[in-house]
């Protein structure tokens, strides 16, 4: 009995992490331009099925990665310079339904592309399950907890030693400033898209061996990130990490304690009452207006 | 005989000639076949091989010179899963395309919204759904091919009777199918000696089942495991169940007997036994049983046709076609009610789900002989009697 209360945080945390990568990119599409992206989900899918469709084309497994990760940046980057540029001087709701829109055009795409089965990627290191702390876990959860931290890592360099880095801090934190000091907001913007795209990627292809993928995984897992990263804070990076985390674990601490079949009833219903409480979320600064 | 007595009879002939040919233009009008179908959405890999299977046996038959001297015309709607959807194009095909018999309803769902209209309508529908609901209490224009899930958990209870085992563990999707199976599991067990010990249930996307699996595990009794559900949550659960390790035996329901399932749940499916048709095992079937050759012919006709694996799924199309054609054929025509007393009178069909003895009250015909148990070894099909 004492064992069990591992095994649910080994796989809330496995799957937490899935949720704070899709939060992430949730967070930083946000911080440069106010745009809720709702095609997020769909980088998810995108990034699993490229993998899956270059591995059966023969491509080795690093290079077929890569290569997804590459075809949903460029997705994003096509999203940001097609749709959302060119309608940038309209309102934020109008973006927002514009991303809904190319959510469901994506979809529709992949049904074509590639098919409606589902698909499997091999696991990077193999199936059998390891024995930690009297849970069993699979090597993929922990490569998916790696990456998360590693990702997390690298992100803070990228934002706090890197000029791009740096120019997309200080439009989150004032757009027309950052435009008056000469950042070139556009960039930031395309920028935005093509990381919150590759990290989708990421994710997708980190979750495809133990959760599978096909044309409509984009639906629910973009959802649950949103939920997250509102969780934590719309726009804060750490709050997505956490948000993310904190929802997986709700889930599984639900199924496994109080009943599986409301497992998810019970994780939106904690945040919303976390967001009664804080309106902002977790992490979310409280804004003060300039007068 | 003067002009106009040639003429008189020379209209006379013409008219005689015209009644004739518009007798025969009439014996050439095509019997109707209307389908609504899942063809994408999630239930693509039902409605998808269903639709192949029409469009090929219409074909062949036409190419054969028909039924009855007459050709088949068939006109194929997808629902995409959408039991809206699915109502509006049962409509369209009884009003506008006037229809005379209706084979189609991948899911329960998508038949339950069609049943009230062709009830109303007076047309005979053969559905390609799973559920026990569809001809239970039997409607007198609702007929269906597929196994029942109800007899899906008989022919595991039984299998899990004869291993003198009686605690049972249900972990089951919250799904429309995946709901009434478990439900029917839950009535029979009773019958068959078994308790039911305990009862998980996951969402169709979830994409971690292990908590609910170590639930299960910790309940000291349990002896086998029953997932009643399909798509792609029994791949994780099949995955999540090697994972934690337990050793006691899982049973699959006939929705995940398809190669896909194999093929996502890896070498974790080695031992998992469920029920399923005999066209999955065409290969292995023994000579003397009386379904080979129909099993056998359907096998080799879609994959050869296709190039792809063949499903029950078409195979339960194929049956609802064939019956469908040869109630017309014993009914001499297309007059809907005498169709519809032709496929009642169905006796000793045999088909790839089984052999097909419908009744007043039975208006699906299959027996538990219709399922062939089966366990996965090495990947591969094993049949267990």
């Known amino acids: 009995m004492d064992a069990q209360w591992v095994q649910f945080v080994a796989g809330g945390l496995t799957v937490g992490s899935i949720y704070a990568l899709v939060g992430l990119g949730f967070s930083i599409v946000f911080n440069a331009s106010r745009v809720i992206n709702f095609a997020q989900g769909e980088f998810v899918m995108i990034g699993g099925m490229s993998a899956v469709s270059l591995l059966i084309a023969g491509w080795p497994m690093p290079l077929a990665i890569g290569g997804a990760i590459v075809v949903a940046t460029i997705v994003g980057l096509l999203l940001a310079k097609v749709a959302i540029e060119r309608a940038r001087r309209a309102d934020v709701v109008t973006l927002i339904i514009i991303t809904i829109g190319a959510s469901i055009l994506l979809r529709g795409v992949a049904q074509l592309v590639w098919d409606k089965s589902v698909h499997r990627l091999p696991p990077l290191s193999g199936d059998a399950p390891l024995q930690l702390f009297g849970a069993t876990i699979v090597p993929q959860s922990l490569w998916v907890l790696g990456a998360t931290v590693a990702i997390v890592a690298a992100l803070t360099w990228f934002f706090r030693r890197t000029r791009l880095g740096k120019a997309m801090l200080a439009t989150s934190h004032n757009k027309l400033a950052a435009e008056l000091v000469g950042i070139d907001v556009k960039r930031v913007l395309l920028a935005s898209f093509g990381l919150a795209a590759a990290l989708g990627a990421v994710a997708g292809v980190l979750i495809a061996p133990i959760a599978f993928t096909s044309y409509d995984t984009g639906i629910m897992l973009g959802l649950k990130g949103f939920a997250a990263a509102i969780l934590g804070g719309l726009g804060s990076f750490p709050g997505a990490i956490a948000g993310g985390l904190a929802l997986g674990l709700l889930e599984g601490a639900g199924a496994g304690y109080v009943s599986s079949a409301y497992k998810d009833v019970i994780a939106f219903v904690v945040i919303l009452a976390v967001l009664f409480l804080r309106p902002d979320g977790l992490f979310g600064a409280l804004r003060g207006e300039r007068v | ?385």
């Not at chain 2, 006379?12 to 063809?39: D, K, M, N, T």
């Not at chain 2, 339950?112 to 062709?118: F, T």
């Not at chain 2, 035996?249 to 890896?266: D, F, M, N, R, T």
């Not at chain 2, 296709?306 to 194929?318: E, K, L, Q």
């Open chain 2, 1 to 385: 005989m003067g002009v106009t007595d040639i003429a008189r009879l020379a209209l006379r002939g013409a008219g005689i000639a015209l009644a004739f040919s518009a007798a025969a233009a009439f014996a050439q009008e095509p019997i109707r076949i209307g389908a609504f179908l899942s063809v994408t959405g999630p239930a693509a890999f039902l409605g998808d091989p269903e639709q192949k299977t029409l469009e090929m046996y219409v074909e062949r038959l036409n190419a054969a010179g028909g039924v009855a001297g007459r050709k088949l015309a068939l006109t194929v709607y997808d629902d995409a899963g959408d039991a809206e959807k699915a109502r509006t194009f049962t409509k369209r095909l009884i009003e506008q395309d006037k229809v005379d018999v209706i084979v189609g309803g991948s899911t329960t769902g998508t038949t339950m919204a069609a049943v009230p209209l062709v009830e109303q309508a007076q047309v005979p529908f053969i559905s390609l759904a799973g559920a026990v609901v569809i001809v239970e209490p039997a409607k007198k224009w609702v007929f269906k091919t597929p196994h029942t899930d109800r007899m899906a958990c008989e022919k595991i209870f039984t299998d899990v009777k004869a291993r003198q085992l009686t605690k049972v563990a249900l972990i089951s999707g919250t799904g429309g199918f995946d709901k009434s199976m478990r439900g029917e599991c839950v009535k029979v067990a009773p019958k068959y000696g078994v308790e039911i010990v305990a009862d998980e249930t996951y969402g169709a996307a979830d994409t971690d089942m292990t908590a609910q699996l170590t639930k299960i595990r910790g309940t000291p009794s349990v002896q086998a495991v029953l997932n009643a559900g399909f798509g792609q949550g029994p791949a994780i659960v099949t995955r999540n169940y090697r994972q934690l390790g337990i050793t006691a035996p899982l049973y699959q329901s006939h929705g995940v007997a398809s190669k896909e399932y194999v093929k996502l749940s890896g070498d974790a499916a080695e031992g998992v036994r469920l029920p399923a048709a005999a066209l999955l095992v065409a290969d292995i079937l023994p000579d003397a049983d009386p379904q080979k050759k129909v099993v056998v012919a359907y096998k080799s006709e879609y994959e050869t046709k296709y190039r792809s694996d063949v499903s029950t799924f078409g195979g339960h199309a194929y049956d609802g076609l064939m019956l469908a054609v040869e109630a017309v054929r014993r009914a001499g025509g297309t007059d809907k009610a005498k169709v519809r007393d032709a496929l009642e009178a169905t006796r000793g069909y045999v088909g790839t789900g089984g052999v097909v003895n419908m009744t007043a009250d039975d208006h699906m015909g299959l027996d538990l002989t219709a399922f062939q148990m089966l366990e996965v070894r090495k990947g591969n099909w094993v049949v267990i009697r």
